[in-house]
């Protein structure tokens, strides 16, 4: 016997959401003062506060580290941000207003000011907060983060072939095949799709395998 793919099965592709793909950094200079900006990936609280104390510790002689960070994406983000003790609302909101604004995710942004002898007030502060966290994010290379789920299912030799083109359609791959009595297949798949591959696999076996669904991890 064999079984041919649902013919509405159409290629899915990962969807993911855009997060930095490495380190950037870009100065600005304001009535003599340096506003250096530096940016990183951060998929945890924990790892943007890490990379705060770093730049702390890069520039520990500047006169403030403001900061801003996103966690998430969408509708689940984690926000926080800095003044560093310049006047409120003068640097914090502003860079987190450009970082929200950036449509990144799981992204920090520090904003490390040498002070130049100058007092900018506050509306040069928060322009030049902005122009520092707008530069330096326009120079940030992107990546595109996807969350994958680790499957498992087994299916016998008439359901092989049409399973795991079912797989490789909603964007996943094949990670592990032992062939027995039974075929059993371990793959990962976009987690967002892994609700369609489900309905697939039931289709293509008339109700007769499911997924076995185990952790998911981070691209």
């Not at 094949?174 to 371990?186: G, H, Q, Y």
């Not at 697939?200 to 952790?215: F, H, I, P």
Request: proline share 5%; glycine share 10%; hydrophobic share 40%.
């Amino acid at each position: 016997m064999s079984v041919d793919p649902p013919h509405d099965l159409q290629p899915m592709a990962a969807t993911g959401y855009p997060i930095p793909a490495a380190e950037a950094s870009a100065e600005l200079r304001f009535e003599n003062s340096r506003f250096i900006g530096i940016a990183s990936p951060a998929d945890s609280v924990e790892k943007a506060r890490s990379f705060i104390r770093d730049i702390r510790q890069r520039y520990p002689d500047a006169s403030h580290h403001v900061y801003a960070f996103a966690i998430g994406y969408g509708a689940s983000l984690t926000l926080g941000m800095s003044d560093d003790g310049e006047p409120s609302g003068t640097a914090g909101r502003p860079v987190l207003a450009v970082v929200k604004g950036a449509e990144l995710g799981d992204v920090v942004v520090v904003v490390t000011r040498y002070f130049g002898g100058t007092k900018l007030g506050t509306g040069g502060l928060v322009r030049a907060y902005t122009a520092a966290a707008q530069v330096v994010l326009s120079e940030v290379s992107r990546a595109v983060k996807t969350t994958w789920q680790v499957v498992t299912l087994e299916v016998t030799y008439a359901y092989y072939e049409p399973c795991r083109a079912a797989i490789e359609a909603v964007g996943g791959g094949v990670d592990r095949e032992e062939f027995a009595e039974k075929v059993s297949l371990e793959a990962h798949v976009p987690e967002e799709h892994v609700d369609d591959l489900d309905q697939a696999v039931r289709e293509l076996t008339s109700g007769r395998v499911t997924l076995d669904r185990e952790g998911g991890f981070p691209s």
